[in-house]
């Protein structure tokens, strides 16, 4: 049983703050599948097992209604968090599916109409991880040795309390808050003993997106992402993590003296939000800016050695036989209309189904996501006329507009197989080498001046799945669109 109320909380010193949670409570079923995270807010870890059937009632206990979504699982319609399916106060749904997809970490949360952003940022998140026999195989660090992180941003006034901006900035460009709270805290320390750990970072913030990397510029080894773990592990600089991602990554401290410290942080970067906005953000923790994540310590010394497994898992890829339409990618265009981002020029509407976004079940279909450049194309309206030129360098609202979205689609998760970029080369230099492509993902960053293609799975249940901006305040502005399977 999961509860969604009102409770407090202590998050800075001083008062407590007053946020909406989930409160777990098991009624049945193996003992780890509840376990709360050391925080502040989250809702419980929960643990699941791939196969495993599982039951879970949703009580709301909120002054508003409310529907939760299983961000990266595969399940049926209704048990999605489709907005239709939110319940008043008062009520209960109960979820029944079962696990289907491979080990990962996913991620739960709202999806209300127009009101996920919010919901979310009073403290509506938690993370769910899925394990499965191959993973277990490769016997990762586990128990303390494995570290879920969960990173949102938030802004607090002079009470303690949390403190949102329902203006124009908000809305246009999403929520970025003052302090970076990391499973509820700030200024997280972990004490960790020398040896390997496995982090399990996922980005639960609104709006902000992260670069990360470690102080002395260690590089990161990263093993998965959204959608599980990658074939083989892969070292990065660092690793650029939107609102919904999720990244896998061993940290090995052995060799590190008692007391030495190794700190995350997110770095420099450029060209993913418009200087304009950036400036609007003042110097109160502006996005592409560098600061501290959390803190590592080492606190222990420890003689266990572990090395990772060369190979860490089979990806299952489409053959180009499989792909139903190969020669006329579905688009998802990312459009401007007057002050608001929309997909493919629509804002979102349920049962405003258009011809492409009908899609036959069991295929397999080839995703084109871009920005739709100058050209009126489905955007309609005369004020974006010249070409976009890349980087928010163009002329006209476009140009002036133009930032980085993460795309999600609901269902099976996907494979992106190109990425492509036009515009500032210099900008793209900050951020290129932390996107990584090699994994299964439910949710990709799609930078201005780029053009990805995907390959997505639409197998098994019909209905309504959406795709959206995970900017909540873009979704909940509109950007976000259902593809009718069918
Ligand atoms: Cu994480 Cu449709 O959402
Ligand atoms: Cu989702
Ligand atoms: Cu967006």
């Not at 997106?209 to 773990?229: A, M, S």
Request: a negative charge; proline letters at 6%; glycine letters at 10%.
């Amino acid at each position: 049983e999961l509860i969604c109320k009102r409770d407090e909380t202590s998050i800075l010193t001083g008062k407590a703050t007053r946020v909406w949670r989930y409160v777990g409570n098991l009624i049945k079923g193996p003992p780890n599948a509840v376990t709360a995270l050391p925080d502040a807010y989250l809702g419980p870890l929960l643990r699941f097992t791939k196969g495993q059937k599982v039951r879970i009632r949703l009580r709301n206990e909120l002054p508003e209604e409310t529907v939760t979504h299983w961000h990266g699982l595969h399940v049926p319609m209704l048990m999605d968090g489709h907005p239709t399916a939110a319940i008043d106060p008062g009520e209960t749904y109960v979820y029944e599916f079962e696990i289907r997809n491979r080990a990962g970490m996913y991620f739960y949360h709202p999806h209300t109409h127009e009101k996920t952003a919010t919901q979310v940022y009073r403290g509506l998140a938690g993370a769910l991880m899925i394990e499965d026999e191959e993973e277990r195989a490769l016997g990762l660090p586990s128990g303390e040795f494995e570290i879920p992180l969960v990173i949102q941003d938030r802004s607090f006034d002079r009470d303690n309390q949390l403190a949102y901006g329902d203006d124009m900035h908000t809305s246009m460009f999403g929520f970025y808050g003052d302090r970076v709270l990391v499973n509820g805290r700030c200024n997280l320390t972990l004490d960790v003993a020398s040896r390997a750990y496995r982090l399990r970072i996922l980005n639960g913030s609104n709006a902000r997106i992260y670069k990360l990397c470690w102080d002395d510029r260690t590089p990161l080894t990263v093993i998965g992402v959204d959608g599980g773990l990658l074939e083989k592990a892969e070292t990065r600089p660092y690793v650029m993590l939107a609102p919904a991602e999720r990244v896998d990554l061993i940290v090995d401290f052995s060799g590190r003296p008692q007391g030495a410290k190794l700190t995350m942080l997110s770095g420099e970067f450029y060209g993913l939000i418009p200087p304009m906005a950036q400036r609007m953000m003042g110097s109160d923790l502006a996005m592409g800016e560098e600061f501290p994540l959390f803190t590592a310590r080492v606190t222990k010394t420890s003689t266990d050695s572990w090395k990772l497994p060369e190979k860490l898992s089979t990806i299952r890829r489409f053959r180009k036989d499989e792909i139903a339409n190969l020669d006329d990618p579905i688009p998802i265009a990312i459009t401007m209309a007057r002050m608001a981002m929309f997909l493919n020029g629509r804002p979102y509407g349920h049962d405003d189904i258009q011809p492409r976004e009908r899609i036959p079940v069991d295929t397999t279909q080839l995703i084109e996501i871009f920005h739709e450049r100058g050209g009126m194309g489905m955007m309609g309206g005369g004020m974006m006329r010249g070409r976009m030129g890349g980087m928010g360098m163009g002329m006209g609202m476009m140009g002036m507009m133009s930032m980085a979205h993460p795309i999600h689609l609901h269902g099976q998760p996907f494979e992106i197989i190109e990425r492509s970029f036009e515009g500032d080369e210099d900008a793209y230099a900050s951020v290129r080498d932390g996107l990584i492509d090699s994994g299964l993902k439910d949710t990709v960053l799609v930078a201005p001046g780029e053009r990805l293609r995907i390959v997505k799975p639409f197998g098994d249940f019909k209905g309504r799945f959406m795709y959206h901006c995970h900017n909540l305040e873009h979704e909940d502005a509109g950007m976000m669109r259902e593809f009718s399977v069918e």
